[in-house]
């Protein structure tokens, strides 16, 4: 396996991604409020914003906007959710919805411990409630399922390179196993009752040296995603054939952690 980079290279990692990243206009946040007031009206309880759009790490070219919307009801069937208007606005904003009641919520935390846990350490109430501030996240579960995705996320990729994809489809295969695994290993932070850092170079640096991975293989990803495209599609394997060798032991050492 790659080595890991020296302890004196990751600031400039850190401050190559800081350059990279910035935060969210409030005027977009303010219109995203009034898109959603405007139409779901009073069976709108809450707007949540989460991801990097709540942090430090939003980049426009590249970024999601992801809400989480907190509804009376749900039916998908309601005009709400059809209309051309919003459903252009929200494609043209990379605005990524999660439609949920606040039963919902409390029923579904056990099943998706990983999610609700991104979402209750980085997040901004748009407005209305915030339902996620008394979620309590049970380690079992959330060990449970952190495998689970890391083994679904290793498959992927393994069938990607196995099957000789493009090279783009590499390409986007690569950063959303990466964009999982980041979240994987917040998730193991956690778990530690540790403090995550806002950047992924740092959440790479320390969790690597919990969990004593190498880090390597996954800085090469990162610096990937730091790039303009198109990428090189040999570089592109190279760094999917590492991360597909670090999410294997990763996902080993997952496999045998005591979460009790």
Same mark, same amino acid.
């Given at each position: 396996?790659?080595?890991?980079?020296?302890?004196?290279?990751?600031?400039?990692?850190?401050?190559?991604?800081?350059?990279?990243?910035?935060?969210?206009?409030?005027?977009?946040?303010?219109?995203?409020?009034?898109?959603?007031?405007?139409?779901?009206?009073?069976?709108?309880?809450?707007?949540?914003?989460?991801?990097?759009?709540?942090?430090?790490e939003y980049r426009p070219?590249?970024?999601?906007?992801?809400?989480?919307?907190?509804?009376?009801?749900?039916d998908p069937g309601h005009?709400?959710?059809?209309?051309?208007?919003?459903?252009?606005?929200?494609?043209?904003?990379?605005?990524?919805?999660?439609?949920?009641?606040?039963?919902?919520?409390?029923?579904?935390?056990?099943?998706?411990?990983?999610?609700?846990?991104?979402?209750?350490?980085?997040?901004?109430?748009?407005?209305?409630?915030?339902?996620?501030?008394?979620?309590?996240?049970?380690?079992?579960?959330?060990?449970?399922?952190?495998?689970?995705?890391?083994?679904?996320?290793?498959?992927?990729?393994?069938?990607?390179?196995?099957?000789?994809?493009?090279?783009?489809?590499?390409?986007?295969?690569?950063?959303?196993?990466?964009? +999982? @695994?980041?979240?994987? =290993?917040?998730?193991? #932070?956690?778990?530690?009752?540790?403090? !995550?850092?806002? $950047?992924? &170079? %740092?959440?790479?640096?320390?969790?690597?040296?919990?969990?004593?991975?190498?880090?390597?293989?996954?800085?090469?990803?990162?610096?990937?995603?730091?790039?303009?495209?198109?990428?090189?599609?040999?570089?592109?394997? +190279? @760094?999917?054939?590492? =991360?597909?060798?670090? #999410?294997?032991?990763?996902?080993?050492? !997952?496999?045998? $952690?005591? &979460? %009790?």
């Amino acid at each position: 396996m790659v080595k890991s980079a020296p302890d004196e290279e990751v600031p400039a990692t850190m401050g190559t991604e800081t350059q990279e990243a910035e935060t969210i206009p409030e005027s977009r946040l303010m219109e995203l409020k009034k898109v959603f007031e405007s139409n779901f009206g009073l069976n709108l309880k809450a707007l949540i914003l989460y991801g990097s759009a709540a942090g430090l790490e939003y980049r426009p070219d590249i970024s999601d906007i992801n809400v989480l919307a907190v509804l009376d009801s749900v039916d998908p069937g309601h005009g709400s959710f059809s209309r051309k208007g919003f459903r252009e606005w929200i494609e043209s904003n990379r605005v990524s919805p999660l439609f949920l009641t606040d039963q919902e919520i409390t029923q579904a935390q056990d099943v998706f411990p990983m999610e609700f846990l991104e979402m209750q350490k980085r997040r901004r109430v748009l407005a209305g409630k915030d339902f996620l501030s008394g979620l309590t996240i049970n380690p079992v579960n959330l060990r449970h399922q952190l495998e689970y995705e890391l083994r679904g996320r290793l498959l992927m990729l393994r069938s990607w390179l196995t099957a000789g994809a493009e090279p783009e489809a590499l390409e986007r295969g690569l950063m959303k196993t990466f964009n +999982s @695994a980041l979240i994987i =290993l917040k998730s193991l #932070l956690r778990l530690e009752q540790q403090d !995550v850092p806002e $950047y992924a &170079a %740092a959440v790479i640096r320390e969790a690597c040296s919990r969990l004593k991975l190498e880090a390597g293989p996954v800085q090469a990803v990162l610096q990937l995603r730091l790039k303009a495209p198109p990428l090189d599609p040999e570089e592109v394997r +190279s @760094a999917a054939s590492g =991360l597909h060798e670090w #999410l294997e032991d990763l996902a080993a050492r !997952v496999d045998r $952690y005591d &979460a %009790a």
